[in-house]
Antibody, heavy 118, light 108 residues
């Protein structure tokens, strides 16, 4: 089993960038796809993107293309999501979650609250 | 883009069966995943690949899929089942993953 622990809450101004980390315990994530999911306050789940564990390749939801970068440091079992050009409607909880190529998202982080406000 | 349609809410009495639909064009040809999210918590996978059940998920949770509607069935509903439930599939057309808008289940 994998336990994912995410970095703490962030407060950013519009136009700024944020980088959220996600550290895996109990297993490495090199064999699992790492998805990121966004949930705005009181809203549903929205897929941000994923990283292929074998190639390191990435893919993103259309809404996030050009604004998000996914990276990883396998030496410390940590994945990162960077989002640039933040706007107020980016205020949300961001989750990292390990899963499969089919979208089976099984192990979720606790979520990181991002607040974008001037 | 591919759209998954879920009713916003459903109320069910304890001990009864809750049937949660998830509509999508030709969804019957896709593997569907279902997530339970209780208030203030991260989502939990309750059904994967339409009918699979992760370790630790009660047998009361089951999934099915046909033509344009996938269904999550919760048998013998308990108070602890009160939560939001989301369906999710992979859309090959957009090469992305799509979530339904979610159904809030209230246990009376």
């Amino acid at each position: 089993q994998v336990q994912l622990v995410q970095s703490g809450a962030e407060v950013k101004k519009p136009g700024a960038s944020v980088k959220v980390s996600c550290k895996a315990f109990g297993d490495t994530f090199t064999g699992h796809y790492m998805h990121w999911v966004r949930q705005a306050p009181g809203q549903g789940l929205e897929w941000v993107g994923w990283m292929n564990p074998n190639s390191g390749g990435t893919n993103f939801g259309q809404k996030f293309q050009g604004r998000v970068t996914l990276t990883r440091d396998t030496s410390i079992n940590t994945a990162y999501m960077e989002l640039i050009r933040l706007a107020s409607d980016d205020t949300a909880i961001f989750y990292c979650v390990t899963g499969s190529a089919s979208g089976r998202m099984e192990f979720w982080g606790q979520g990181t609250l991002l607040t974008v406000s001037s | 883009s591919y759209v998954l349609t879920q009713p916003p809410s459903l109320s069910v009495a304890p001990g009864q069966t809750a049937t949660l639909p998830c509509g999508g064009i030709n969804i019957g040809t896709e593997g569907v995943h279902w997530f339970q999210q209780k208030a203030g918590q991260a989502p939990v996978l309750v059904v994967y690949d339409t009918t699979g059940r992760p370790s630790g998920i009660p047998e009361r949770f089951s999934g099915s899929n046909s033509e344009n509607t996938a269904t999550l069935t919760i048998s013998r509903v308990e108070a602890g089942d009160e939560a939001d439930y989301y369906c999710q599939v992979y859309s090959s057309k957009s090469d992305s993953f799509v979530f339904g808008s979610g159904t809030k289940v209230t246990v009376l």
